[in-house]
């Protein structure tokens, strides 16, 4: 069992859990995810670790709720359990060597974003941040981004907080008047993490993005998080999150992204956790 140490609400339907874990904790890095089960009839549920703290053994994950197993989670409450954590999972990413990076989230993208922008940080790197979201009561995490980066850009789409449109207005207007920028990383929904890095690529810079939200099994036997990325077959679970965006073919992504819709809308008329398949960690 793993306990809840605390419970945070960020935004409307976001909540963030801290976990004791520390074992997990004790070899987390950047990029790296878990399997969480609320209890032995839940669903297994691929979450990214958002933080942690090997000294104190805690984790972090936040979470959107979505569908019936993502609800079910931000149910709990602070000295509940979670029945099975498993992890860490994935691919970590190598955070050393750059000068200067661009981190750029939409919307829940900021929870897996948040730790690879803090081991950037932490090795040196100056560290620039758009954070996007549909409104302003939807972002999360501005102060602790604020708190790693020199320059800090909000935009939303409706204008209600900073700048009103898309993250990659914002992206644009900095990668031209900044060619010394060597790496940008985006995190967000399928359709932001496509444009981010076709506006990159014109530029020559090297663009990661992260896709945990195609994930299904988490160990790689299920399938569900195949992706083509430069015309090979790759399980986001065992092979990623994080891609080199120039690479993956997100027009095949967004058509199964849609797979899942009617079962999603099965799960909440019927209040079971069968239709969700895809966790939201950053969507």
Known sequence: MYKILKKEVLAPEITRFKVAA?????????????????????????????????????ITIIVQAVGFSSRQICNLETGDSFLDLVGPLGKHISTEGYKKVICVAGGLGAAPLYPKAKSLAENGAEIITILGARTGELLILEEEFSALSKELYITTDDGSRGRKGFVTDALRDLLEEDSDIDLV????????????????KPYGVKTMVSLNSLMVDGTGMCGGCRVTVGGETKFACVDGPAFDGHLVDFDEQLRRQRFYARYEEEAKVHGHAGGEYQCHLQQ
């Open 22 to 58: 520390p074992e997990i904790a004790a070899s987390a890095e950047p990029g790296h995810f878990i399997i969480v089960r609320v209890d032995e009839k839940a669903e297994r549920i691929p979450l990214t670790i958002a933080d942690y703290d090997k000294k104190e053994g805690t």
């Open 185 to 200: 990383i985006a995190i967000g929904p399928m359709v932001m993490m496509k444009f981010v890095s076709e506006l990159t």
